[in-house]
């Protein structure tokens, strides 16, 4: 098992940044991808970002390319997605999950191809 738990959400205007952090434990947290995921209130959970346990070049969703980066702590279990000049369509609840090696291969844009999944931090944009 591996545990996820986000943090760093809030109230934020448009224009503005933030960062969040998904701290891990349990599982050897180098072994596993990670994915960030965000869900709008009556809409579906929809892939952000997705990071190798290596880290390497990562994966974005069109939507937030050039304005969010993903990266990772190993040393720390600690997974981070930086948010600068946000919208208010960034509005949602924001998931982080890990990915082991089983679906890694098979992609990263669906929310079934990860293993653990966190309880979510709020970000809200005004504008």
């Known amino acids: 098992q591996v545990q996820l738990v986000e943090s760093g959400g809030g109230l934020v205007q448009a224009g503005g940044s933030l960062r969040l952090s998904c701290a891990a434990s349990?599982?050897?947290?180098?072994?596993?991808?990670m994915g960030w995921f965000r869900q709008a209130p009556g809409k579906e959970r929809e892939f952000v970002a997705r990071?190798?346990?290596?880290?390497?070049?990562?994966n974005y969703a069109d939507s937030v390319k050039d304005r969010f980066t993903i990266s990772r702590d190993n040393a720390k279990n600690t997974v981070y997605l930086q948010m600068n000049s946000l919208k208010p369509e960034d509005t949602a609840t924001y998931y982080c999950?890990?990915?082991?090696?089983?679906?890694?291969?098979?992609?990263?844009?669906?929310?079934?191809?990860?293993?653990?999944w966190g309880q979510g931090t709020q970000v809200t944009v005004s504008s």
């Open positions: 999950a890990a990915q082991g090696a089983t679906y890694y291969s098979r992609g990263y844009y669906d929310t079934g191809l990860y293993d653990y």
């Open positions: 349990g599982r050897t947290f180098s072994n596993y991808a």
């Open positions: 990071i190798r346990w290596s880290g390497g070049i990562p």
